[in-house]
């Protein structure tokens, strides 16, 4: 098939990855093009050249007036700057005649909408909860126009849509080494650094457990870094900042259990599966696809009920800590593998793509 893959224009699909979302885009599209499959991409400045057969990198948001400067409704500059990527890339797509199915990845409405008006049906992937320009955008989508969610969870939010394939994120266990584990004990927190995501729930079960704790991932929010995390740090709970999936790999390998302490529901929960592959035990609240990334035999689920004081929270997690911290790691990175090898989700993906491009594909 000749596949155009839309990613995300925040950030760019260059290692260390910003997210689970920017991580996947670039392995399906790795996973396509192994399989013969012909990629035009269109992503975020910064993306290596080398991913597709074709790069088509979003234009920046061109300079505006000091008049339209001065409108007192103008929308916020990202709102501008989507906009501006999204038109581009939808304009540049109606004009070929060339593709058989469009792979949309971003988190914007203008694909969706305007899919009438492309020149191949869209298979959109819900990586995130519904946005009310998203609902939007599907409203007014094609018929041809098809969905993949990447867990069932997230699937049962989108309750506009009639129909959702479920495809749950895959991870390459080859580059996620089995680790040693550590001896004392130590814990590690992994993801970006904002409230949704609360790592300062992590630091709290540290606390409770009397652990060293290491927190890794960039801080998408510096002032929820400054406010809540920082007066948080000592010597026995660092940062180690956005670390390469090498070094990522070496820390996760290197500690006794994983925590994983949502504030949302989460899409899925990719980092269950790759701390589980270096044979971390994953300790996980449990919002969202999060149940769903912790196979079982790699960790330990927290219930999180609504009505829960977060105190009650803390309590389950850190005595699911102490259960985690015994299993055998080998079987702990077998299960993950099982569960979520990068292979069947690409698999997965080329099948919903080569359904809504009519199945006539030579390359299989």
């Known amino acids: 098939m000749r596949i155009a893959v839309l990613a995300t224009n925040r950030n760019c699909l260059a290692r260390p990855y910003a997210g689970g979302m920017e991580s996947i885009t670039a392995e399906l599209v790795t996973g396509f093009r192994a399989r013969g499959h012909y990629v035009a991409l269109h992503a975020a400045a910064g993306t290596p050249d080398t991913l597709a057969d074709e790069l088509f990198t979003y234009p920046p948001l061109p300079p505006l007036s000091e008049v339209a400067l001065r409108d007192a409704q103008i929308p916020e500059a990202w709102f501008l700057a989507d906009h501006h990527a999204f038109t581009a890339s939808c304009a540049m797509l109606a004009a070929r005649s060339d593709l058989d199915v469009i792979a949309n990845h971003t988190l914007h409405h203008l694909p969706m909408s305007l899919s009438g008006a492309l020149p191949a049906p869209v298979v959109t992937t819900l990586h995130t909860p519904p946005f009310p320009w998203m609902e939007l955008g599907a409203a007014l989508a094609a018929p041809t126009a098809r969905y993949v969610a990447v867990s069932r969870a997230l699937a049962a939010q989108w309750t506009t849509l009639r129909e959702v394939a479920v495809v749950p994120n895959g991870v390459d266990p080859s580059v996620w080494p089995l680790g040693p584990g550590s001896p004392d004990g130590d814990l ?5 650094l904002a409230p949704e995501k609360a790592p300062h729930r992590a630091v709290q079960v540290a606390r409770r457990l009397g652990r060293r704790l290491v927190l890794v991932g960039p801080p998408s929010d510096q002032g929820y870094v400054r406010r809540v995390l920082e007066p948080l740090l000592d010597e026995r709970v660092t940062m180690a900042g956005h670390l390469d999936r090498r070094e990522l790999a070496r820390v ?3 500690s006794a259990v994983a925590l994983v302490t949502p ?3 989460e899409p899925f929960g990719l980092v269950c599966v790759e701390q589980a592959l270096c044979g971390t035990p994953v300790v996980a609240l449990g ?5 769903e990334a912790v196979a079982d035999g790699a960790g330990v ?11 009650d929270r803390l309590e389950a997690l850190a005595a699911a800590v102490t259960v985690a911290e015994r299993l055998d790691r080998a079987l702990v990175r077998r299960a993950a593998a099982e569960a979520a090898g990068l292979d069947a989700c690409v698999e997965a993906h080329l099948a919903v793509l080569r359904a809504a491009s009519g199945g006539s594909d030579p390359t299989g």
Do not use: E, F, K
Not at 188 to 192: I, L, N, T
Not at 287 to 291: A, E, F, L, P, T
């Open 188 to 192: 590690v927190w992994v993801g970006r």
């Open 252 to 254: 996760v390998g290197a």
């Open 263 to 265: 504030d949302w529901d």
């Open 287 to 291: 919002r969202g696809g999060v149940s």
């Open 301 to 311: 689920v927290v219930p999180d009920h609504s009505d829960a004081v977060d105190a």
